[in-house]
């Protein structure tokens, strides 16, 4: 351990230790990209395109500019574009779920409505 | 106990944020903290999105530690921005689970709905059967059509027996799953025939389908218990009522 104290070699240590955390940040970055293409597949899925438009632009705009940024060896910037992507896209699917779930629910409210008053016109 | 709880949540919170004395230096951070406060406060995502809110938290407090590592704002951006989607999930995944709870009871209420109009058609089915003196008898529920309703010795129905025809033809019309069996008892058996069809032909005209209604006259060979005899001051017309399989129906 002690021959990393010395001045000289700090360097170069530090180097090492930045080139072999750039090197890790490769499969990571890599890797992440490829869960939030599933992630915004899925948001797709549930009908984003629909009820969270923007929500689902922004994670394909991130996820784009994350493979860019991979081609620019900038595998930090990568990994984080990844994430909020996937972040983004995760949201895009709950707006979506939401959505549908609610116009289900209003839809149920106005027709039983609707056949309230038809039973209540019948009953007359 | 549900009350304390909300109010603690938040004033957990508040002591986390107070104690980590650094937040202010992040304003990003800052903002996903208040928003995550605010969502704290709001029942439905406690009580709806419990896993969901724990998750942003746990990415708030991922945030302190970097933050009190002197780690880069790229780094505690990055996560206070993770933690904000996160509280929007939370937000989201509430709504759609109330509405999941309004679907559920919109279901509900379309089935107590649907139980009060088959009520209240039942009630009008058996007011008009009563109109019709409708009688339950072995054989099922039975309206019987005296003689004097038609012409004497004829097959033709005065206008009072036709008023009652068309009552039954609103009952049939009303309740397709009803058919009618015509059945005619008179001392001869041509007029028993006649008569059967003239009801049957009167039905058809008001609407009712010829297939639901079958027709058989009778002489004085069958005479129905607890009846007197077949004679010329006896003769009458049943019509008996049963569900389309054929079964007759006891009531309604």
Redesign the interface.
């Given at each position: 351990m002690k021959q990393f104290n010395r001045p000289g070699n700090i360097g170069i240590t530090l180097a090492a230790a930045i080139f072999i955390a750039g090197c890790a940040n490769i499969p990571a970055s890599k890797e992440q990209i490829a869960v939030s293409k599933v992630t915004i597949d899925n948001a797709v899925n549930e009908g984003s395109r629909q009820f969270a438009e923007q929500q689902l632009k922004s994670a394909l705009e991130k996820i784009d500019a994350a493979e860019q940024a991979i081609a620019d060896k900038d595998y930090?910037s990568a990994r984080?574009l990844a994430?909020?992507a996937q972040?983004?896209a995760?949201?895009a699917a709950?707006?979506a779920?939401?959505a549908k779930?609610?116009k289900?629910?209003r839809e149920?409210?106005e027709?039983?409505l609707m056949?309230?008053q038809e039973?209540e016109r019948?009953?007359q | 106990m549900q009350n304390c709880r909300y109010l603690l949540m938040p004033l957990a919170a508040i002591a986390l944020v107070s104690g980590c004395c650094s937040t202010a230096n992040n304003s990003s951070l800052t903002d996903a903290y208040n928003s995550y406060i605010g969502a704290l406060t709001d029942p439905g995502i406690t009580d709806l999105a419990a896993i969901e809110i724990t998750q942003a938290g746990a990415l708030l407090d991922e945030a302190d530690v970097a933050l009190n590592k002197g780690e880069s704002d790229?780094a505690i951006d990055?996560l206070a921005?993770?933690a904000k989607?996160?509280i929007?999930?939370a937000q989201?995944?509430a709504?759609?689970k109330t509405?999941?709870l309004?679907?559920a009871d919109?279901?509900a209420?379309?089935k107590q709905?649907g139980l009060?109009?088959k009520n209240?058609e039942t009630e009008a089915v058996k007011q008009q059967l009563k109109q019709l003196n409708a009688r339950k008898t072995g054989r099922g529920l039975t309206i019987t059509l005296d003689d004097d309703l038609f012409r004497a010795q004829k097959a033709q129905l005065k206008p009072i027996g036709l008023s009652n025809v068309v009552k039954l033809a609103d009952i049939l019309n009303q309740y397709s799953q009803y058919n009618v069996s015509i059945e005619s008892h008179s001392i001869n058996p041509g007029l028993s025939g006649r008569r059967s069809y003239a009801v049957r032909r009167a039905l058809i005209g008001m609407g009712v389908g010829g297939g639901r209604i079958r027709t058989s006259g009778y002489a004085d060979t069958i005479p129905v218990a607890g009846t007197a005899a077949v004679s010329q001051s006896n003769q009458w017309l049943e019509v008996i009522l049963s569900d389309a399989s054929g079964r007759y129906l006891s009531e309604f």
């Open positions: 930090l984080h994430e909020q972040a983004d995760q949201l709950a707006m779920r939401s779930a609610r289900v629910a149920l409210q027709s039983n056949l309230q039973t019948n009953a | 790229d990055q921005y993770l989607q996160q929007a999930i989201e995944t709504k759609q509405a999941e309004e679907i919109a279901i209420k379309r709905i009060v109009e209240a």
